[in-house]
Every structure is written in C-alpha cells, then in structure tokens.
C-alpha cells in the first residue's frame, strides 16, 4: 500500500484542495495572516499523514506524527472558525469544510488506536 491510497490521506487533500479554493476569496489584508495559516495547516496534515506512513515500522514516530496531524488538523478548524466569525465563508460551506475536518480526525484516531491496520504495532 502507499501512503496516498490511505483514506485519511485522500480525505485531508480534498480538505486542503477545498480550502485552497474558498481561500482564494478571503480579503486581501488577510494574504499573510489567516489565508496563509490555513492553507498551510491544512496542507500540513496531509504532509505529516505521509510521513507517518513512512515512519511506521517504528511505533513510536508513526504515532507522534499522526497525532502531529491531528494537531495541524484541529488548527484548521480553528482557522475556519474565525473565517467564518469574520464573513468570509458562508455558514453551509463552513459546515461542508467542518463535517469534512471531522472526518480527517476521526481517521487520524483510528490510525493512532489501530497500528497494527497500518504496519505499525501498538506502543
């Protein structure tokens, strides 16, 4: 298996990719501050899933990273909060971009409670 048909994996770029493109409309005074944190830290979690697979045959680095990704995960989420706290999503996409950062966390945890899934063994 590679680390791009894990599912977490899928699920956090089709994240990233949407908020990329809903970001592409955020105020321009917001170019350095809250575009570019959630578009990096959203990109972030797929980047660190991909490590994590890679550094799987130790049990230890495989789980610091994914929860490393469930921590840029949940910074995400907060990114989107204040987006919409400011006006710049509307609330059905913020909903859409929320249920699909959920989704991400919840696959990141079976992750981390089930190793053994993913070539990994338990701490």
């Known amino acids: 298996m590679d680390y791009r048909d894990l599912l977490a994996y899928k699920k956090s770029f089709d ?6 493109e809903v970001s592409k409309f955020f105020p321009k005074e917001e170019k350095y501050s809250l575009t570019d944190q959630i578009r990096r830290s959203s990109r972030s979690v797929t980047v660190t899933i991909s490590e994590a697979y890679r550094k799987r045959v130790y049990p230890k680095n495989f789980f610091s990273k994914l929860t490393d990704a469930e921590a840029e995960n949940t910074e995400t989420q907060v990114w989107l909060n204040f987006a919409l706290a400011c006006g ?12 699909l950062n959920n989704e991400v966390g919840k696959l990141l945890y079976y992750m981390m409670n089930n190793p053994d899934k993913f070539g990994s063994s338990r701490i």
């Open 88 to 99: 710049y999503l509307e609330q059905l996409k913020f909903d859409e971009l929320t249920a």
């Open 15 to 20: 994240l990233a990719m949407k908020i990329f």
